[in-house]
């Protein structure tokens, strides 16, 4: 079959329904295992590992917004010992929520020590990249009974649910990635 055939048959499997993209709470920690991808930086000399995206936008909360995700994410560089866990959270809108911390739902703050912004002048499309530093010990938990956070900006404040199934996933590439804790 050509691709030409091959990509029009996919493209009306999902338009019809029939291919649907798998929601996260779904899938067995084993497929999120192989879904997390690995980035190496060969000047740099550090291995990350990244979860998949998920995707958490309600263009009702903060107008213009059409992508807003979060992701697992963990570092290491070559001859340390010391992994560095984060979750991120990536929005691109039309307006600023300029991110500052999160709650999970126990009560306990995350800061984003340094955001990353840009503006696209072509588009008028706002680019925000936040990472909150985790303690492995509390991916450990999440990855029991998952957690609920709340993000808050000067702009916007967004609520998202994090799976036990996808902190799971991603420990175990981790700890293949890195080696067993």
Request: with cysteine.
């Amino acid at each position: 079959m050509s691709v030409t055939k091959t990509m029009g048959l996919a493209a009306m499997l999902l338009l019809s329904g029939c291919g649907t993209v798998p929601v996260v709470t779904d899938l067995a920690p084993e497929r999120i295992t192989a879904m997390c991808g690995v980035e190496r930086d060969d000047f740099a000399k550090v291995t990350r590992v990244v979860s998949p995206r998920i995707g958490f936008a309600d263009p009702s909360v903060v107008p213009g917004e059409f992508n807003a995700y979060y992701q697992f994410t963990a570092a290491r560089r070559d001859g340390e010992t010391n992994i560095h866990y984060f979750l991120e959270v990536l929005t691109r809108s039309g307006t600023w929520a300029f991110w500052e911390y999160a709650y999970d739902r126990s009560g306990r703050r995350f800061d984003f020590p340094s955001p990353r912004r840009d503006l696209d002048d072509t588009y008028a499309i706002v680019t925000e990249v936040c990472a909150a530093p985790l303690p492995r010990d509390y991916l450990d938990q999440v990855a029991l009974v998952g957690t609920e956070w709340k993000v808050y900006g000067l702009r916007a404040t967004k609520r998202f649910g994090i799976p036990p199934n996808l902190a799971s996933g991603f420990l175990a590439r981790c700890d293949k990635q890195f080696g067993a804790r």
